[in-house]
């Protein structure tokens, strides 16, 4: 069991920014993605960003791409999501998320990941 531990989120106004951390202590596997997801009310939990443990290759979903940039500090176990020019259509819970089971990058950014946490809410509203 991999727990993870986001904070930041709540409101921001269209064209802010926002950053949101997931602290990542007990993860010791060496290959796995991790990134996040975001789901809103109705809809499937869908992948946003996702950072390859093996090569630092980063993808991120075509809405959000050149805003959002997903990072980590290695050495912290924490990852991060730099959210930019905030829109609200990302109005959603954003979870952080890991997959250790070796699956595609397709399928973590179509929502297919082994752990994930409780998740804070982003709102994008004026």
């Known amino acids: 069991q991999v727990q993870l531990v986001e904070s930041g989120g709540g409101l921001a106004q269209p064209g802010g920014s926002q950053i949101l951390s997931c602290a990542v202590p007990?993860?010791?596997?060496?290959?796995?993605?991790i990134g996040w997801v975001r789901q809103v009310p109705g809809k499937e939990r869908e992948g946003v960003a996702v950072l390859v443990s093996a090569d630092d290759s980063r993808y991120y979903a075509h809405s959000v791409r050149g805003r959002f940039t997903i990072s980590r500090d290695a050495a912290k176990k924490t990852l991060f999501l730099q959210m930019n020019s905030l829109k609200p259509e990302d109005t959603a819970v954003y979870s952080c998320?890991?997959?250790?089971?070796?699956?595609?990058?397709?399928?973590?950014?179509?929502?297919?990941?082994?752990?994930w946490g409780q998740g804070t809410q982003v709102t994008v509203s004026s």
């Open positions: 998320a890991v997959d250790t089971e070796g699956r595609p990058t397709q399928a973590f950014m179509d929502g297919r990941v082994s752990y």
């Open positions: 007990g993860l010791t596997s060496d290959y796995f993605a």
